[in-house]
């Protein structure tokens, strides 16, 4: 049996275990996640260059949105992932294969590139700085070593691949989850969710108020990070278990939802934005009409989030984005379109199972 259909409803009120099988797998998701990622690249476009002309992107679009975004998806998905799996070890090489071949080939490929664009010869280059980048970097710790020695001096930001710190935390949630879902066994599914949630807001909250008296943004970095992103996780977790109440009650829910980003200024927003931008998500992916299988051509969201950022800091590195920003940025999208699909299908699939979701629709 499913586990969706075994535990997915207990207590609630269902709407038909069918109907939620068939939001559930026939959903939006990855056109959400392309949407994510690409509007991540189109922000840092214009903040890594400073093209004044771009600032209309940082205007209407928001990565931190985006980046939550994505933390809401995580959580409905991979709670989904490990309860349709047979068992922890399984678990962790689907999320193992599915990470990691290509954030260590863009590790890799970082370090390559960054010798062809440095000026110091190999002996000067193969140094501790290059050893610790590459320690540092492939177990996720990106903040230890984030810059390669020579390289992006004179950019805005000397970060190789700024948007990885996100990576470290998404692994976080894979080792979270297993230890979650045996939590709402032993004490309540709903108990512990709530816990968690309230968890996490509270440690934002007591962040924003260290910063807020000591002028000390270090404590605004940590306000990003764990447990201060696990709320958005937690969200899209109970977005997942409850998406019978979601879809029953959208037509009002989703109403609240874009009222409280309306009137966020007058709300508790620490506590009420994961579960505004939850509802939004998850409506648009589950409630929605199905749009079809936008990984027909593979699941490029992935790469792009990966890739563009050192491709923006090469091509900043050599110039562009202060002539014709507009083009300059048309270039940047397509090198990161095409850098993604040979990711996809070069190092991406290959090391899917064959049963993956990934494998099956595209």
Not at 78 to 98: D, P
Not at 184 to 205: A, D, E, N, P
Not at 314 to 341: E, Q, R
Request: net charge positive; charged share 10%.
């Amino acid at each position: 049996m499913n586990k969706w259909d075994a535990n997915a409803n207990n207590g609630l009120p269902k709407i038909g275990v069918r109907d939620c099988q068939a939001r559930l797998y026939k959903n939006n998701f990855d056109l959400l996640r392309f949407s994510f990622a690409f509007i991540v690249f189109l922000v840092h476009a214009y903040m890594l260059s400073g093209a004044e002309t771009l600032s209309i992107l940082a205007h209407y679009l928001s990565p931190e949105i985006a980046v939550k975004s994505f933390f809401v998806v995580s959580g409905f998905l991979i709670f989904m992932s490990y309860e349709n799996t047979h068992s922890v070890r399984a678990y962790f090489i689907k999320r193992l294969r599915r990470i990691y071949p290509a954030y260590f080939f863009i590790i890799l490929l970082c370090v390559a590139v960054g010798f062809l664009l440095s000026s110091l010869v190999i002996a000067d280059y193969l140094s501790w700085p290059l050893l610790k980048y590459l320690l540092a970097n492939l177990v996720f710790l990106n903040f230890l070593q984030p810059n390669l020695q020579d390289l992006f001096e004179h950019n805005a930001l000397q970060a190789v691949n700024g948007a990885l710190w996100t990576l470290k935390i998404e692994v976080a949630f894979y080792v979270i989850v297993p230890l979650a879902v045996l939590a709402f066994r032993k004490f309540g599914r709903l108990s512990i969710l709530v816990i968690l949630y309230f968890c996490s807001v509270i440690y934002s909250m007591m962040m924003q108020e260290f910063a807020n008296k000591t002028g000390f943004g270090f404590y605004l970095e940590l306000q990003r990070q764990l447990p201060g992103q696990l709320v958005y996780f937690i969200a899209g977790a109970a977005s997942y278990y409850y998406l019978d109440y979601l879809i029953k009650f959208a037509y009002w829910l989703v109403p609240i939802a874009i009222a409280a980003f309306i009137f966020q200024a007058w709300l508790p927003w620490v506590s009420s934005q994961p579960i505004a931008l939850a509802v939004l998500v998850v409506s648009c992916a589950c409630v929605l009409p199905y749009l079809g299988n936008f990984n027909k051509y593979g699941d490029f969201s992935y790469g792009i989030y990966i890739v563009h950022f050192p491709i923006l800091q090469v091509l900043i590195s050599m110039d562009y984005f202060k002539i014709n920003p507009w083009i300059d940025l048309l270039m940047a999208g397509a090198l990161v379109l095409i850098s993604s699909f040979l990711l996809w299908h070069l190092i991406e699939k290959p090391f899917l199972q064959k049963s993956s979701h990934y494998k099956a629709t595209s």
